[in-house]
Protein backbone atom coordinates (compact mmCIF):
# COMPACT_ATOMS: atom_id res chain seq x y z
CA UNK A 1 0.00 0.00 0.00
CA UNK A 2 1.30 3.56 -0.57
CA UNK A 3 1.32 5.47 2.43
CA UNK A 4 3.33 8.44 1.25
CA UNK A 5 2.11 12.01 1.88
CA UNK A 6 3.26 15.05 2.34
CA UNK A 7 2.25 18.07 4.65
CA UNK A 8 3.36 21.72 4.53
CA UNK A 9 1.78 24.36 6.41
CA UNK A 10 2.48 27.90 5.23
CA UNK A 11 3.98 31.04 6.70
CA UNK A 12 6.14 33.58 7.16
CA UNK A 13 7.54 35.44 10.79
CA UNK A 14 10.51 37.89 10.89
CA UNK A 15 11.92 38.29 13.94
CA UNK A 16 15.72 38.64 15.36
CA UNK A 17 19.02 37.76 15.08
CA UNK A 18 20.22 33.88 14.00
CA UNK A 19 23.46 32.13 13.88
CA UNK A 20 24.11 28.67 12.86
CA UNK A 21 23.30 28.72 9.28
CA UNK A 22 24.49 28.24 6.08
CA UNK A 23 25.42 31.83 4.39
CA UNK A 24 27.23 33.85 1.81
CA UNK A 25 30.48 36.38 3.06
CA UNK A 26 30.08 39.90 3.05
CA UNK A 27 29.33 41.91 -0.56
CA UNK A 28 32.38 42.57 -3.04
CA UNK A 29 34.31 45.28 -1.66
CA UNK A 30 34.42 46.85 -5.14
CA UNK A 31 30.81 47.22 -5.12
CA UNK A 32 30.67 50.56 -2.65
CA UNK A 33 33.41 53.55 -2.30
CA UNK A 34 33.07 52.44 1.14
CA UNK A 35 34.40 48.81 1.07
CA UNK A 36 31.12 47.48 0.60
CA UNK A 37 29.38 48.54 3.78
CA UNK A 38 26.93 51.24 2.89
CA UNK A 39 28.47 52.93 5.77
CA UNK A 40 30.05 56.08 4.41
CA UNK A 41 27.21 56.16 1.61
CA UNK A 42 24.21 56.17 3.57
CA UNK A 43 23.06 52.95 2.33
CA UNK A 44 22.00 49.48 2.75
CA UNK A 45 24.10 46.71 2.71
CA UNK A 46 23.62 43.01 2.96
CA UNK A 47 25.75 40.59 4.09
CA UNK A 48 25.74 37.20 6.02
CA UNK A 49 22.94 35.80 3.74
CA UNK A 50 21.96 32.26 5.29
CA UNK A 51 19.59 29.42 5.55
CA UNK A 52 19.55 27.07 8.11
CA UNK A 53 16.38 24.47 9.93
CA UNK A 54 15.23 24.00 13.34
CA UNK A 55 13.02 21.74 14.77
CA UNK A 56 12.72 17.74 14.15
CA UNK A 57 14.95 16.16 11.12
CA UNK A 58 13.23 12.68 11.25
CA UNK A 59 10.55 11.54 9.73
CA UNK A 60 6.90 13.12 10.67
CA UNK A 61 8.62 15.17 12.67
CA UNK A 62 7.34 19.52 11.97
CA UNK A 63 11.01 21.52 11.64
CA UNK A 64 11.17 25.19 9.83
CA UNK A 65 13.03 26.71 7.16
CA UNK A 66 14.75 30.28 8.26
CA UNK A 67 16.24 33.08 5.79
CA UNK A 68 18.53 35.53 7.74
CA UNK A 69 20.23 38.24 6.14
CA UNK A 70 22.10 40.99 8.18
CA UNK A 71 22.72 44.72 7.19
CA UNK A 72 25.77 45.84 7.71
CA UNK A 73 25.57 49.06 5.79
CA UNK A 74 24.73 52.92 7.19
CA UNK A 75 20.67 52.73 6.46
CA UNK A 76 18.10 50.86 6.92
CA UNK A 77 16.59 48.64 4.25
CA UNK A 78 14.67 45.99 2.34
CA UNK A 79 16.13 42.60 1.54
CA UNK A 80 14.18 40.63 -1.14
CA UNK A 81 15.29 37.22 -2.52
CA UNK A 82 13.09 33.71 -3.27
CA UNK A 83 13.74 30.73 -1.29
CA UNK A 84 13.24 27.32 -3.70
CA UNK A 85 13.39 23.70 -2.91
CA UNK A 86 15.12 22.24 -4.87
CA UNK A 87 15.56 18.51 -3.67
CA UNK A 88 13.03 16.05 -1.79
CA UNK A 89 9.39 16.31 -1.81
CA UNK A 90 8.86 19.75 -0.58
CA UNK A 91 6.91 21.97 -2.69
CA UNK A 92 8.20 25.64 -2.19
CA UNK A 93 9.12 28.48 -4.21
CA UNK A 94 8.48 31.44 -2.55
CA UNK A 95 9.08 35.64 -2.25
CA UNK A 96 11.70 36.66 1.04
CA UNK A 97 10.82 40.32 2.62
CA UNK A 98 12.80 41.49 5.11
CA UNK A 99 11.81 44.83 5.39
CA UNK A 100 13.69 47.99 7.32
CA UNK A 101 16.15 46.00 8.37
CA UNK A 102 18.43 48.32 10.65
CA UNK A 103 21.78 48.74 10.57
CA UNK A 104 23.87 46.41 12.00
CA UNK A 105 20.92 44.07 12.93
CA UNK A 106 19.79 40.78 11.59
CA UNK A 107 16.28 40.02 10.39
CA UNK A 108 14.75 36.57 9.93
CA UNK A 109 12.02 34.99 7.87
CA UNK A 110 10.47 31.86 8.94
CA UNK A 111 9.04 29.38 6.15
CA UNK A 112 6.38 26.33 7.92
CA UNK A 113 6.15 24.31 9.54
CA UNK A 114 6.93 21.12 7.13
CA UNK A 115 6.72 17.74 7.48
CA UNK A 116 8.22 14.46 5.40
CA UNK A 117 6.72 11.11 5.78
CA UNK A 118 10.01 8.94 4.53
CA UNK A 119 13.60 8.77 5.02
CA UNK A 120 15.24 11.27 2.18
CA UNK A 121 17.68 14.56 0.99
CA UNK A 122 16.02 17.55 1.15
CA UNK A 123 17.48 21.13 -0.36
CA UNK A 124 16.62 24.51 -0.32
CA UNK A 125 18.47 27.34 -2.51
CA UNK A 126 18.16 31.52 -2.29
CA UNK A 127 18.29 32.35 -5.84
CA UNK A 128 19.60 35.20 -5.48
CA UNK A 129 22.35 35.44 -3.17
CA UNK A 130 23.55 31.87 -4.60
CA UNK A 131 22.91 29.97 -1.35
CA UNK A 132 22.12 26.29 -0.39
CA UNK A 133 21.13 24.42 2.85
CA UNK A 134 20.99 20.77 2.97
CA UNK A 135 18.58 18.53 5.01
CA UNK A 136 18.41 14.93 5.85
CA UNK A 137 15.68 13.30 6.75
CA UNK A 138 16.28 10.75 9.65
CA UNK A 139 14.76 7.20 10.66
CA UNK A 140 11.78 7.96 12.95
CA UNK A 141 13.25 5.65 16.48
CA UNK A 142 11.22 4.20 18.99
CA UNK A 143 11.97 1.38 22.18
CA UNK A 144 10.15 -2.34 22.67
CA UNK A 145 6.62 -1.14 24.23
CA UNK A 146 6.43 2.00 22.36
CA UNK A 147 4.02 2.88 19.24
CA UNK A 148 4.43 4.37 15.68
CA UNK A 149 2.13 5.45 12.89
CA UNK A 150 2.40 3.14 10.07
CA UNK A 151 0.21 5.15 7.80
CA UNK A 152 -3.36 5.17 6.79
CA UNK A 153 -4.33 4.95 10.47
CA UNK A 154 -2.59 1.71 11.00
CA UNK A 155 -0.56 1.81 14.33
CA UNK A 156 1.86 -0.50 15.35
CA UNK A 157 3.03 -0.99 19.10
CA UNK A 158 6.07 -4.17 19.20
CA UNK A 159 4.98 -5.38 22.24
CA UNK A 160 7.87 -8.01 22.52
CA UNK A 161 10.85 -9.45 21.40
CA UNK A 162 12.31 -13.02 21.76
CA UNK A 163 15.37 -14.66 21.29
CA UNK A 164 15.34 -18.19 21.15
CA UNK A 165 17.47 -20.91 19.84
CA UNK A 166 14.50 -23.27 18.60
CA UNK A 167 10.38 -23.60 18.75
CA UNK A 168 7.87 -26.21 18.25
CA UNK A 169 5.71 -26.39 15.31
CA UNK A 170 3.04 -28.99 14.13
CA UNK A 171 3.07 -31.19 11.06
CA UNK A 172 0.56 -33.74 10.95
CA UNK A 173 1.55 -36.65 8.81
CA UNK A 174 -0.64 -39.50 7.54
CA UNK A 175 -0.46 -42.80 8.64
CA UNK A 176 -2.48 -45.39 7.49
CA UNK A 177 -5.72 -44.04 7.92
CA UNK A 178 -5.48 -41.42 10.23
CA UNK A 179 -3.47 -37.75 10.23
CA UNK A 180 -1.32 -37.48 13.25
CA UNK A 181 0.34 -34.74 14.65
CA UNK A 182 4.62 -35.53 14.25
CA UNK A 183 5.54 -32.47 16.67
CA UNK A 184 8.38 -30.73 15.28
CA UNK A 185 11.22 -28.51 16.84
CA UNK A 186 12.71 -26.28 14.44
CA UNK A 187 16.36 -24.32 15.44
CA UNK A 188 18.01 -21.61 14.27
CA UNK A 189 20.93 -21.75 12.05
CA UNK A 190 24.59 -22.27 13.03
CA UNK A 191 25.66 -18.67 14.97
CA UNK A 192 22.94 -17.44 14.80
CA UNK A 193 19.60 -17.29 16.85
CA UNK A 194 15.64 -17.22 16.03
CA UNK A 195 14.06 -14.03 16.90
CA UNK A 196 10.34 -14.00 17.48
CA UNK A 197 8.29 -10.44 17.11
CA UNK A 198 4.93 -9.75 18.46
CA UNK A 199 3.13 -6.61 17.68
CA UNK A 200 -0.50 -5.35 18.10
CA UNK A 201 -1.90 -3.40 15.37
CA UNK A 202 -4.89 -1.05 15.83
CA UNK A 203 -6.54 0.56 12.85
CA UNK A 204 -7.68 3.78 14.07
CA UNK A 205 -8.47 4.87 10.59
CA UNK A 206 -12.10 5.21 8.51
CA UNK A 207 -11.38 2.39 6.15
CA UNK A 208 -10.07 -1.14 6.18
CA UNK A 209 -6.18 -1.23 5.83
CA UNK A 210 -4.01 -4.25 5.16
CA UNK A 211 -0.02 -5.16 6.08
CA UNK A 212 2.29 -7.65 4.95
CA UNK A 213 5.14 -8.79 6.31
CA UNK A 214 7.41 -7.40 3.48
CA UNK A 215 6.91 -3.72 4.47
CA UNK A 216 9.49 -4.85 7.40
CA UNK A 217 12.66 -5.88 7.51
CA UNK A 218 15.64 -6.89 10.08
CA UNK A 219 19.12 -7.27 10.49
CA UNK A 220 19.42 -7.81 6.35
CA UNK A 221 17.97 -11.00 5.97
CA UNK A 222 14.19 -11.86 5.29
CA UNK A 223 11.64 -13.08 7.86
CA UNK A 224 10.58 -16.41 7.58
CA UNK A 225 7.15 -17.45 5.75
CA UNK A 226 7.23 -21.14 6.67
CA UNK A 227 8.90 -23.78 8.73
CA UNK A 228 10.48 -26.68 6.61
CA UNK A 229 7.76 -26.67 3.89
CA UNK A 230 4.50 -25.44 6.72
CA UNK A 231 2.85 -22.81 7.28
CA UNK A 232 4.19 -20.08 9.98
CA UNK A 233 0.99 -20.37 12.08
CA UNK A 234 1.90 -23.90 12.22
CA UNK A 235 4.90 -22.75 14.91
CA UNK A 236 4.04 -22.40 18.75
CA UNK A 237 4.69 -19.51 20.94
CA UNK A 238 3.58 -20.65 24.78
CA UNK A 239 1.45 -23.46 24.05
CA UNK A 240 -0.36 -20.96 21.46
CA UNK A 241 0.22 -21.14 17.56
CA UNK A 242 1.20 -18.08 15.96
CA UNK A 243 -1.45 -16.77 14.48
CA UNK A 244 -1.51 -13.44 12.40
CA UNK A 245 2.15 -14.38 10.75
CA UNK A 246 1.05 -12.97 7.35
CA UNK A 247 -0.62 -11.07 4.73
CA UNK A 248 -2.93 -9.26 7.41
CA UNK A 249 -6.48 -7.50 6.73
CA UNK A 250 -7.62 -4.79 9.42
CA UNK A 251 -10.95 -3.53 9.39
CA UNK A 252 -12.14 0.13 11.02
CA UNK A 253 -11.79 -0.15 14.70
CA UNK A 254 -10.19 -3.75 14.99
CA UNK A 255 -7.18 -4.35 17.05
CA UNK A 256 -5.30 -7.74 16.46
CA UNK A 257 -1.73 -9.72 16.87
CA UNK A 258 0.70 -9.99 14.08
CA UNK A 259 3.71 -11.96 14.60
CA UNK A 260 7.46 -12.16 12.55
CA UNK A 261 10.01 -14.75 13.07
CA UNK A 262 13.48 -13.66 11.55
CA UNK A 263 17.11 -14.77 12.65
CA UNK A 264 20.28 -12.54 13.58
CA UNK A 265 23.69 -13.27 13.16
CA UNK A 266 26.08 -13.66 16.31
CA UNK A 267 28.61 -11.82 14.27
CA UNK A 268 25.84 -8.35 14.37
CA UNK A 269 27.14 -5.62 16.73
CA UNK A 270 25.96 -5.37 20.03
CA UNK A 271 22.94 -2.66 20.40
CA UNK A 272 22.78 -2.07 16.73
CA UNK A 273 19.58 -4.32 15.69
CA UNK A 274 16.54 -2.59 14.73
CA UNK A 275 13.46 -3.97 13.34
CA UNK A 276 12.54 -1.35 10.12
CA UNK A 277 9.23 -0.57 8.60
CA UNK A 278 9.19 0.99 5.11
CA UNK A 279 6.38 3.27 3.94
CA UNK A 280 7.70 3.44 0.51
CA UNK A 281 9.67 0.40 -1.41
CA UNK A 282 12.24 2.61 -3.04
CA UNK A 283 13.26 3.97 0.48
CA UNK A 284 15.32 3.11 3.71
CA UNK A 285 13.59 2.52 6.81
CA UNK A 286 11.35 5.36 7.77
CA UNK A 287 10.65 3.94 11.31
CA UNK A 288 12.78 1.93 13.59
CA UNK A 289 12.06 0.30 16.77
CA UNK A 290 15.17 -0.37 18.36
CA UNK A 291 16.29 -4.09 19.95
CA UNK A 292 18.10 -4.32 23.27
CA UNK A 293 21.08 -6.82 22.52
CA UNK A 294 23.58 -8.24 25.44
CA UNK A 295 27.09 -9.03 24.87
CA UNK A 296 30.13 -6.26 25.19
CA UNK A 297 31.14 -7.84 21.72
CA UNK A 298 28.37 -8.78 20.22
CA UNK A 299 24.93 -9.91 21.14
CA UNK A 300 25.27 -13.34 23.27
CA UNK A 301 22.30 -16.01 23.06
CA UNK A 302 22.22 -19.49 24.65
CA UNK A 303 23.74 -22.74 23.01
CA UNK A 304 23.00 -25.85 24.06
CA UNK A 305 24.24 -29.51 23.92
CA UNK A 306 23.24 -32.97 24.57
CA UNK A 307 26.18 -34.47 27.16
CA UNK A 308 24.48 -37.60 27.45
CA UNK A 309 21.35 -40.22 27.22
CA UNK A 310 21.07 -42.59 29.90
CA UNK A 311 17.97 -45.40 28.68
CA UNK A 312 17.67 -49.02 29.11
CA UNK A 313 18.73 -51.60 25.93
CA UNK A 314 15.91 -53.63 26.85
CA UNK A 315 12.68 -52.64 28.31
CA UNK A 316 9.32 -54.24 29.42
CA UNK A 317 6.45 -52.26 30.72
CA UNK A 318 7.57 -48.77 31.89
CA UNK A 319 10.66 -47.38 31.72
CA UNK A 320 12.88 -43.55 32.05
CA UNK A 321 14.85 -41.91 29.79
CA UNK A 322 17.41 -39.39 31.42
CA UNK A 323 18.91 -36.64 29.46
CA UNK A 324 21.41 -34.16 30.15
CA UNK A 325 21.49 -30.99 28.62
CA UNK A 326 24.27 -28.05 28.97
CA UNK A 327 24.05 -24.64 28.06
CA UNK A 328 27.51 -24.14 26.76
CA UNK A 329 27.28 -20.15 26.85
CA UNK A 330 27.78 -17.38 28.67
CA UNK A 331 23.81 -16.23 29.08
CA UNK A 332 21.16 -18.24 30.89
CA UNK A 333 18.96 -19.68 28.22
CA UNK A 334 15.72 -21.90 27.40
CA UNK A 335 16.31 -25.08 25.71
CA UNK A 336 13.13 -26.66 23.94
CA UNK A 337 13.54 -30.42 22.26
CA UNK A 338 11.09 -33.05 21.38
CA UNK A 339 11.75 -36.95 22.38
CA UNK A 340 10.91 -38.78 18.83
CA UNK A 341 10.99 -42.40 17.82
CA UNK A 342 11.43 -43.32 14.30
CA UNK A 343 8.89 -45.42 12.51
CA UNK A 344 8.38 -46.14 8.39
CA UNK A 345 11.42 -43.33 7.65
CA UNK A 346 10.03 -41.01 9.36
CA UNK A 347 10.39 -39.22 13.22
CA UNK A 348 7.27 -39.24 15.46
CA UNK A 349 6.50 -37.43 18.61
CA UNK A 350 6.94 -39.61 21.81
CA UNK A 351 3.43 -39.22 22.97
CA UNK A 352 3.71 -42.60 25.37
CA UNK A 353 6.63 -40.25 27.45
CA UNK A 354 5.08 -38.52 30.21
CA UNK A 355 6.53 -35.54 28.70
CA UNK A 356 7.57 -35.55 25.31
CA UNK A 357 8.13 -32.15 24.69
CA UNK A 358 11.10 -30.14 27.02
CA UNK A 359 10.73 -26.54 27.39
CA UNK A 360 13.06 -25.62 30.62
CA UNK A 361 15.53 -23.29 31.11
CA UNK A 362 19.22 -23.77 31.78
CA UNK A 363 21.61 -21.58 33.75
CA UNK A 364 24.99 -20.57 31.38
CA UNK A 365 27.51 -22.99 31.77
CA UNK A 366 25.13 -25.07 33.57
CA UNK A 367 23.82 -28.83 32.94
CA UNK A 368 20.25 -29.95 34.12
CA UNK A 369 19.06 -33.57 34.17
CA UNK A 370 15.79 -34.54 32.96
CA UNK A 371 13.82 -37.34 33.66
CA UNK A 372 10.73 -39.04 31.69
CA UNK A 373 9.26 -42.13 31.74
CA UNK A 374 7.99 -43.77 28.96
CA UNK A 375 5.12 -46.41 28.91
CA UNK A 376 4.89 -48.17 25.50
CA UNK A 377 2.51 -51.68 24.82
CA UNK A 378 4.81 -51.68 21.68
CA UNK A 379 6.82 -54.60 21.30
CA UNK A 380 10.24 -54.82 18.82
CA UNK A 381 13.28 -52.63 18.45
CA UNK A 382 12.88 -48.89 18.11
CA UNK A 383 15.28 -45.99 17.32
CA UNK A 384 14.74 -43.21 19.62
CA UNK A 385 16.35 -39.25 19.74
CA UNK A 386 15.69 -35.71 21.20
CA UNK A 387 15.25 -33.35 18.55
CA UNK A 388 16.80 -31.27 17.85
CA UNK A 389 20.06 -33.11 18.39
CA UNK A 390 20.51 -36.00 16.43
CA UNK A 391 22.02 -38.50 18.79
CA UNK A 392 20.28 -41.51 18.76
CA UNK A 393 19.67 -44.91 20.67
CA UNK A 394 18.07 -48.06 20.37
CA UNK A 395 15.29 -49.91 23.01
CA UNK A 396 14.26 -53.16 22.51
CA UNK A 397 10.41 -53.25 24.12
CA UNK A 398 8.87 -56.31 25.01
CA UNK A 399 5.38 -56.38 26.16
Not at 88 to 100: A, F, H
Not at 274 to 287: K, N, P, Q, W
Not at 291 to 316: C, I, K
Given at each position: ?5 Y ?24 D ?15 T ?21 A ?49 V ?25 G ?7 G ?14 F ?6 E ?7 G?V?T?P ?12 E ?20 F ?13 I ?5 V???E ?6 V ?6 L ?14 D???T ?24 E ?9 A ?14 D ?12 N ?9 A ?6 V?I ?30 W ?6
Amino acid sequence: MNRREYLAMGGIVVSGTLAGCSETSADDPDDTEDGGNGEESGEPSFTDIGISTAGSTTVDGEFTVTVSATNEGGAAGDYEDELVATEGPIDLEESVELTDVAPDETATADFGPFSVDHVTECAFELSEADVDHELSIEPLTAAVGETLSLGDGLRATLTDVRYQSSLFYEEYVSELFATQNAGRVFTSPDDATLVVFELELENVGTSSVSLSPAEFAFSESEFYTSLADQSLESAVIDDDPLVGSGETLLGTGVTVDFWLLGQLESTAAAGTATLDYHRTSESAADLQWELPLEGEDGPAFPTFELESVDAPAEASGAYDITATIRNTSDVDGRFRGVFQYENDDEWWELTSATKSRLDVGIAAGESREIRVTNESSSSGEYTYRLAPFDDEWVTTLSS
